[in-house]
């Protein structure tokens, strides 16, 4: 069985889970559900080491060719580790500020208020669920996530939570420049490959942009506990946003999780697992995990993006050569919602692994 925020507990459309390991009951933590299962390796650590973490400056994205170079190169560097955060990315603090307190506006509100829109289906555009099951010891809480699409906000936006009051306009302020944001990146990123910067814009613009609203309120024991399991994103790029640190990421080298250091203002940036399709696996998706505390609610919003529900993306030809064989099979969000409700979260495998020609 494998640790995974499973259907029963709120399947995940942003992520599919990694890593198997004894069952928290073989191992002892009788109050930890049977299907959560914290590999071995994998125990969080409350004192993690810090990650080495790249801090790309996109303000010279926007100036002059010399720059951009220079920022292009950066991203580039970056995009091999699979995540870095960004300064300078050009979303005001009072927008960001305004979506985290949409968020803990949502999650503060009473029970049954946030009961309407909860479900399991991870087809629907906009849900409400939980991935911890009640009454488990003290661990009533773990995460609790809202997920709802962004793009076309149009067509969204009125079905997203009606309260706070104020969290459609706020939220959908947010997602509107966030998704600015990530086409930007994506334009740099799709240069960086030497593909030219216009090489996605068509179909990321008409492109999906789902959003995770993940809340994480104190854990009494965050010891035996974790917020999300080991997983890449489906997406091919996410931005998130966190009220305070508990991002890990994994050091594939050194096989380490480290901790993403705060940085007023800047945001996390994650590559995904169809960006790593795109590059041919020059790129990858970085393996990632939240972690816990006892003191205090975290909130994390991520955005992810990628191609059309039903638009496959596909490795790039220009990548493919004699030496660089074609290394994974095409597949879009659909493909991959269905993999979701589809598999048997316990079987272990992540959705990337079964794209994967060559493994
Ligand atoms: O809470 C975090 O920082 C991570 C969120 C995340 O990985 C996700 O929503 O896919
Ligand atoms: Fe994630």
Redesign the pocket.
């Known amino acids: 069985m494998e640790f995974s925020h499973g259907s029963n507990m709120g399947n ?1 459309e ?2 599919s889970s990694f890593s198997t390991g004894k069952s928290a009951q073989e191992r002892g933590l009788s109050h930890v559900p049977e299907s959560y299962v914290i590999p071995t390796s994998h125990d969080p650590n409350l004192h993690p080491e810090t990650a080495k973490v790249p801090v790309v400056d996109l303000s010279g994205l926007r100036h002059g060719s010399a720059q951009r170079s220079l920022v292009i190169q950066n991203i580039k560097n970056a995009c091999h580790l699979g995540f870095f955060q960004i300064i300078n990315h050009g979303i005001s603090q009072s927008l960001m500020d305004g979506a985290l307190s949409s968020a803990f506006g949502f999650f503060n509100l009473p029970t049954p208020e946030k009961m309407k829109l909860m479900s399991n289906d991870v087809h629907k555009p906009v849900r409400y669920a939980t991935s911890i099951k009640d009454g488990i010891d003290n661990i009533q809480f773990w995460r609790v ?1 809202l997920k709802h699409y962004a793009h076309p906000l149009d067509d969204w936006i009125h079905s997203w939570p009606a309260n706070p009051p104020y969290y459609r306009e706020k939220m959908g302020n947010y997602c509107s420049e966030v998704r600015k944001l990530g086409l930007e990146l994506m334009g740099a990123i799709t240069e960086s490959l030497g593909l030219g910067s216009a090489y996605s814009s068509d179909k990321m613009n008409e492109g999906m942009q789902v959003m ?1 609203v ?1 809340c ?1 309120p104190p854990c009494p024991n965050p010891n035996v506990a974790l ?2 399991p080991p ?1 890449s ?1 489906y997406s091919c790029l ?1 931005i ?1 946003l ?1 009220s305070s640190p ?2 890990e990421i994994m050091d594939m080298e050194e096989g380490k999780w480290g901790i ?1 250091p705060k940085l007023p203002g800047a945001l ?1 940036v ?1 590559v995904g697992d169809h960006l790593e399709v795109l590059s041919n696996g020059l790129y990858k998706s970085v393996v ?3 972690i816990l505390n006892c003191e205090r609610t ?1 909130i ?1 919003i ?1 955005s ?1 993006m990628s191609l059309g529900l039903d638009e496959k993306m596909g490795t790039a030809e220009e990548l493919v050569d004699e030496q660089h064989p074609k290394r994974y099979k095409e597949s879009s969000f659909g493909d991959f919602l269905n993999f979701l409700s589809a598999s048997d979260i316990g079987g272990g495998k992540a959705f990337i692994d079964t794209l994967k020609i060559i493994k």
């Open positions: 995940d942003s992520s996530f995770a993940n994480y917020g999300l997983h994103d996410t998130v966190q508990g991002l993403v996390q994650h990632h995990r939240a975290r994390s991520a992810l």
